[in-house]
C-alpha cells in the first residue's frame, strides 16, 4: 500500500493565477482532509470531504476549494494566489467508520507551492 | 478557543538523558491528542495518541485534564529520536478530520 500520494510534488506559479492539488487516499480509506503548513509552523486545517461533499472548513477563504470523487481522491484549488499562500500543503486521509482507530489521520507528504 | 502550545522550538539533550516535550491544550470539552512526528525526509506519521495509553518506541505521554496538558517523554533519549515533534488536539466528534497542530518541537539527540 503506497499509503496517501500527493500530486504534484513541487510547482511554482505566480500571483493571480490558479492551482490545483491532487491527493489519493490510502487504501480503505473514504475521507481526506487538507493542511496548509506554512514554513515554520504547524499544519493548519483546511477542510475535509466525505461523501464527495465539503464536511468541515477551518478558516480559510472561499479561494480555498476542494472536490472529493467517487474513488475517495480528492483535489484542492486555490484562486487568485497571493504570495502568503506559499506552503506545503498536505493531504490527510483516514476511515470514518468501522474498526477502532480507523479515523487516525494518515498524511501524505505534500506539495509544495512557491508563488512569486 | 481551541489551542495547542509548545512552547518549546528546540529542545537539545544528549544521548541517554530524559526528554520531555511538553505540549499544553486549550479546549472546554473532552479533547482527543496525539503526537505526530517527523524525521528527516518523512511523511508526518503518528507517534501515539492518549486514547490508546501505549508507549511506542519508549515515549509516552499522560492527558493531565487539570493542568491541560499532554507532555510526551522518553527516559533515555536516542540520537534516532531526533526528529520534529507535534502536538495536536481533537475536539467534538471522533470523525473529523480537524487537528489544532502546535507549532512543533524539534528534537535533537547529541552523541
Known amino acids: 500500500d503506497a499509503g496517501v500520494t500527493q500530486s504534484p510534488t513541487h510547482l511554482i506559479k505566480t500571483r493571480g493565477q490558479q492551482v490545483t492539488l491532487r491527493c489519493s487516499p490510502k487504501s480503505g480509506h473514504d475521507t481526506v482532509s487538507w493542511y496548509q503548513q506554512a514554513l515554520g509552523q504547524g499544519p493548519q486545517f483546511i477542510f475535509q470531504y466525505y461523501e464527495e461533499e465539503e464536511r468541515q472548513r477551518g478558516n480559510f477563504p472561499d479561494r480555498f476549494s476542494g472536490h472529493q470523487f467517487p474513488n475517495y481522491s480528492s483535489e484542492l484549488n486555490v484562486n487568485a494566489l497571493l504570495l502568503g499562500d506559499s506552503a506545503l500543503y498536505l493531504c490527510?486521509?483516514?476511515?470514518?467508520?468501522?474498526?477502532?482507530?480507523?479515523?487516525?489521520?494518515?498524511f501524505g507528504a505534500g506539495s509544495r507551492l512557491t508563488v512569486l | 478557543a481551541q489551542r495547542v502550545t509548545q512552547p518549546e522550538k528546540l529542545l537539545s539533550v544528549f544521548k541517554g538523558a530524559p526528554v520531555e516535550l511538553k505540549c499544553n491544550y486549550s479546549?472546554?470539552?473532552?479533547?482527543?491528542l496525539f503526537w505526530y512526528v517527523q524525521y528527516s525526509r518523512q511523511r508526518l506519521q503518528l507517534l501515539l495518541r492518549?486514547?490508546s495509553r501505549e508507549s511506542i518506541k519508549g515515549f509516552t505521554a499522560d492527558l493531565n485534564k487539570g493542568e491541560t496538558s499532554f507532555h510526551l517523554k522518553k527516559p533515555f533519549a536516542q540520537e534516532e529520536d531526533s526528529a520534529m515533534y507535534y502536538c495536536a488536539l481533537r475536539g467534538g466528534s471522533s470523525n473529523t478530520g480537524k487537528l489544532i497542530f502546535g507549532q512543533g518541537t524539534t528534537l535533537q539527540v547529541k552523541p
Open positions: 479546549y472546554s470539552g473532552s479533547p482527543e
Open positions: 490527510a486521509s483516514s476511515r470514518r467508520r468501522g474498526l477502532t482507530g480507523a479515523n487516525v489521520l494518515t
Open positions: 492518549h486514547i
